[in-house]
């Protein structure tokens, strides 16, 4: 069966097609991107939608010739695709109805069935169909999203979350404050490698409550301490990451412990980071877990999860009205009914 999806939940707008025919090890075949950026980072959601709606015709074409050479062909026939899958929740509003138009077009076009699918809920399949981990709990670290997520009772539940911004969204405002321009979580990386020796350490407000965290409170405290003059810039992206991951490797360490679970996977842009890929290894190893970690394409936000988590749904019968098929941008992820996994 082929599946294409498309992913448009934020900044992102992208085509993914996937395979899952049996003799084919690599199942995506295409997954094709193209995101809208701001040099000063922040987002206008109306202009994100603009962007989306401007390019949409070239990412399908890039998808559907990126998916033909996989299978050695010029281009695929949208004869070929078997279903379309579409991000419907959660996300930017404006930027979700681009997606949900260009998903309906092609269905009633191609009288193709559709399919809506959870963006959260696809980084944790994806996770899964690449890194082949089983009943993993999700570190999903995102612009806007910061939640530990895991498969408990039939449902995929949200066992610890920000409270406030986004852990990239708190990277980014931090460089932002620095003058490292934007994104900010890479260049953050760049600059905290240069610091050698934890005496370099400045304290920073710590804030995990229960299984929850927030860092509203850190980024205060870290203009201030900007505006001050009185600290490396290095320093203080060290201490940075230094403080903020070890909030996260807490949480996540504290819903592997909850859920009785040995997998840890990863996702979203700032699990990118090397960093913190170190420190949620050696908690792992320290509980006898194992993490898991997708290649990049496959952390940010793309489209090849959508495709697949709407294969998955699509071959457990989800079915979708036409009319129906709208978008849902406050829905949490335990509101979605798991009919695709048997345990
Ligand atoms: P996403 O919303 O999942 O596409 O992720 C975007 C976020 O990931 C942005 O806030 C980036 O600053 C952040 N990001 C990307 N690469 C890294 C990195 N190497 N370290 C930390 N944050 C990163
Ligand atoms: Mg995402």
Redesign the pocket.
């Known amino acids: 069966m082929i599946v294409l999806g498309i992913e448009s939940t934020?900044h992102?707008f992208g085509v993914g097609i996937v395979d899952d025919s049996k003799k084919r090890a690599n199942k995506v075949l295409a997954n094709v991107k193209d995101s809208y950026t701001t040099k000063k980072g922040g987002m206008i959601p109306s202009k994100a939608a603009d962007h989306h709606a401007e390019i949409c015709g070239k990412v399908l074409r890039g998808a559907l010739e990126k998916a033909g050479q996989a299978k050695g062909k010029e281009e695929l026939d949208m004869k070929d695709v078997d279903v379309i899958a579409y991000s419907q929740s959660p996300g930017i509003g404006h930027c979700l109805r681009i997606g949900a138009m260009a998903a309906r077009s092609l269905a009633v076009k191609h009288n193709k069935p559709i399919v809506g699918v959870n963006h959260c809920i696809a980084h944790l399949e994806i996770g899964r169909l690449v890194t082949k981990a089983k009943n993993p709990v999700l570190l999903y670290l995102?612009?806007?999203n910061t939640q530990v997520i895991a498969y408990e009772g039939k449902k995929y539940r949200i066992f610890g979350e920000t409270l406030d911004m986004g852990i990239?969204?708190f990277?980014?405002s931090f460089a932002r404050d620095l003058g490292l321009g934007f994104?900010?979580?890479?260049v953050?990386?760049k600059m905290a490698k240069k610091v050698k020796g934890s005496d370099k350490y400045v304290e920073l407000p710590y804030s995990v409550k229960g299984m929850d965290m927030n860092f509203g409170g850190m980024l205060t405290n870290l203009k201030q301490k900007i505006k001050s003059g009185k600290f490396k810039k290095e320093d203080l992206c060290f201490s940075v990451q230094e403080t903020a991951f070890a909030m996260m490797v807490e949480v996540a360490e504290r819903a592997l412990a909850h859920c009785d679970k040995s997998e840890l996977l990863l996702g979203?842009?700032?699990a990118?980071?090397k960093r913190l890929q170190e420190m949620c290894d050696k908690m792992c190893k320290a509980r006898g877990a194992k993490m898991y970690v997708p290649a990049n394409e496959f952390?940010?936000?793309n489209a090849g999860m959508i495709a697949w988590l709407g294969l998955l749904q699509h071959k457990a019968g989800d079915k979708l009205k036409i009319e129906k098929a709208d978008i849902k941008p406050y829905i949490r992820t335990d509101e979605i009914e798991v009919k695709w996994r048997k345990d």
Do not use: K
């Open positions: 934020a992102t995102s612009g806007a990239g969204n990277l980014d994104p900010g979580g890479p953050v990386e979203g842009g700032v990118c980071n952390l940010v936000d």
